[in-house]
Each structure stands twice: as C-alpha cells, then as structure tokens.
C-alpha cells in the first residue's frame, strides 16, 4: 500500500504516517480491549468464587461441645468446635488430636462459664446426659446429646461409628462424617500392622490406669478398649464385670490373676511421685512387670472418648515400647 505523506507547515521536517499504521494502531486499541474484557471476567469470576467460598464457610455450623469425646471426634472428622471446656488440661488427659489455638476455653466441663458462653456465636451445643444439666446456660440454641458408650456389656465397633455418623447428620455433612470412619479404620489397620511387625507374640493384654501406688483401674469389656483391640487382632484380658464407665476398681496385688502371657498396659498419666512409689513396692516387684512379665506404658487417651480415641490408642499402641516377659 502507498505511503501517504503529510506536512507540518509549522515544522520543517515532514510527518510521514502510513495507512497500515493507522491499521496496526486500530488492531492494537482492539486486542487491548479484548485483554482488559478477559482481566475483568476473570477478576469478575474470581471474586465470585470467593464469595462462593466465604459463603459456604459463614454456613458451617459453630458447634460447643463441653464434652471431650465429642469435641476430639469433631475436631478429628474436620469440624473443629468452637469451643469445649478444660482446654488448658486436654494434652494430659486426651492428647490427640490437638485443639487449634483458636479454640475458645469455656472453663470447666462440668460448670461452663456463662458469661462467656453468652458472648460466642453458637448455632448448637452438643453434649451428653452428663452436661445436660448446664444447657440453661446456652438460652435457646439447641442442644443434642450424642454419647460414645456400650450399650450392652460388651462395647462394639458399632457404639462408636453410629454416634460418629450422628455428628455428621448434627453438622449437616454426613459424608464428612463417613470419610472419616472409612479412614479410622484403615489407619487402626496401620497400626496393627506395625504392633504385629514388632511384637508378632505379644496377643493378650489388659488396662489399667492408677490412682494411687496402690489402687487402680482395670479397664474391660464393656470399654473403648475392648473395640480397638479387637480392631488390632488382640484379646483385652478382665477381671471382672465393669461398671457403667467401663472399668472395674482393683488393687495391685489383684494383677497376680494373670497370666504370665498377658501384658499389663498402664494409660498415663502417672505422676512421678505414683512412678517412685510403685517401683518401690514390694507386692510391684514380686509380680516381676517388666522382668518376668510384660508391661508397657501408654501416652494419654480420653477413656470416654469417641472415634478419635479408638485410633490415639491403636497409634500408640503401635508405638509403645513392652519389657519383660517371654510374649516379647
């Protein structure tokens, strides 16, 4: 195409411009707002998205639970309450999962602090017959009560995976709920396989946890030791008929009713000035735990719990370290 020339009367150099630049000019002011339509769609696309997302967060459910073996489940499932009670002692007693900073301490489990409840946003409290009689402190938000326990005198796999699909239908998220019992299992699987690699002997134990030097608790059938153990391919050994929280009191010489296959298990925690008084017990040497027969000590787990304690305690019983015995 020719060049078209034009001068600048004004100047003495000519202006020279051609109508392919007029063109070029035209298909660039073109493709540029083609450009900044496409960025705006886009921003357009993403802050629908984000708002897709702030939306679907504002709609998750605020749940209180002053309840350890709920609050654990939950929070292990992915629903993280906004708060329970006793946060400050929960690493002592329950362990895992481990509360988020963020979580709210309501106080007390069994005296919830008002005035602090009165301030959360709380859509429901869920609970158990044990909390009910604090649920005048929550006004008129809801209130459910779902229970981890046997129902008959033999705890099963279903008391804990029927109140955990509970929680699921509570929070509006049943496959949350699902997913987790699916994982649950397969991570107690895990842990069996572990324990089985390195102590393929060791089948029969019984729990116990102490109240003093002398005096403890032997955890039975009708405890969440009795499921998790069966999980693993294991045998829980009792003595006696438990009571409604699932252990039977006993006294350290009671642990000579043994046999010399079983491994005594002891669930921390245990206080040192306990510790010291047991290895110094004459009755604790003649029964030869950790010579003549086998014992091992456990981390934490919440006795009541849910879920989430069946799994603590399949990790750390893949972890534990035994002594004594010939099992080993």
């Known amino acids: 195409m020719p060049h078209v020339l034009y001068t600048d009367k004004s100047s003495k150099f000519p202006l020279s411009t051609s109508v392919t630049v007029m063109a070029s000019l035209k298909w660039f002011a073109l493709v540029l707002c083609l450009v900044l339509t496409a960025c705006n769609n886009q921003a357009s696309t993403q802050t629908t998205a984000t708002l897709e997302v702030e939306s679907s967060h504002s709609d998750r459910m605020n749940i209180v639970s002053p309840d350890w073996g709920n609050a654990a489940t939950l929070t292990a499932m992915g629903h993280v309450p906004i708060a329970t009670g006793d946060v400050r002692v929960w690493d002592r007693w329950v362990g895992s999962p ?14 919830p602090n008002a005035e602090l409840i009165a301030q959360l946003p709380v859509d429901m409290v869920i609970d158990n017959y044990f909390y009910e009689h604090a649920r005048n402190l929550y006004g008129d938000v809801p209130a459910e009560s779902v229970m981890f326990a046997a129902k008959e005198e033999t705890a099963t796999w279903a008391d804990y995976t029927e109140p955990t699909r509970e929680l699921g239908v509570l929070i509006d ?105 047991i290895d110094g017990s004459l009755i604790w040497q003649r029964l030869g735990y950790g010579n003549t027969r086998c014992v091992g000590e456990l981390p934490p787990v919440w006795i009541y719990g849910g879920m989430s304690s069946l799994v603590s305690l399949a990790n750390n019983l893949s972890d534990v370290s035994l002594k004594g015995g010939e099992v080993l």
Not at 98 to 109: F, Y
Not at 177 to 189: F, G, L, M, P, R
């Open 98 to 111: 481990k509360l988020p900073a963020s979580i709210t301490d309501l106080g007390i489990r069994y005296q």
């Open 173 to 277: 998220n049943p496959k949350m709920a699902e997913d987790y019992i699916v994982q649950s299992q397969k991570d107690i699987q895990l842990a069996s396989q572990q324990f089985q690699q390195r102590y393929p002997k060791a089948k029969k134990f019984a729990v116990v946890q102490f109240a003093d030097a002398n005096n403890m608790r032997m955890y039975v059938a009708n405890s969440l030791f009795q499921p998790a153990l069966e999980q693993m391919n294991r045998e829980l050994v009792v003595l006696g008929k438990g009571n409604q929280w699932g252990f039977v009191p006993i006294r350290m010489g009671d642990l000579a009713q043994l046999d010399d296959e079983t491994c005594l298990l002891i669930i921390d925690p245990l206080s040192p000035i306990t510790r010291a008084e």
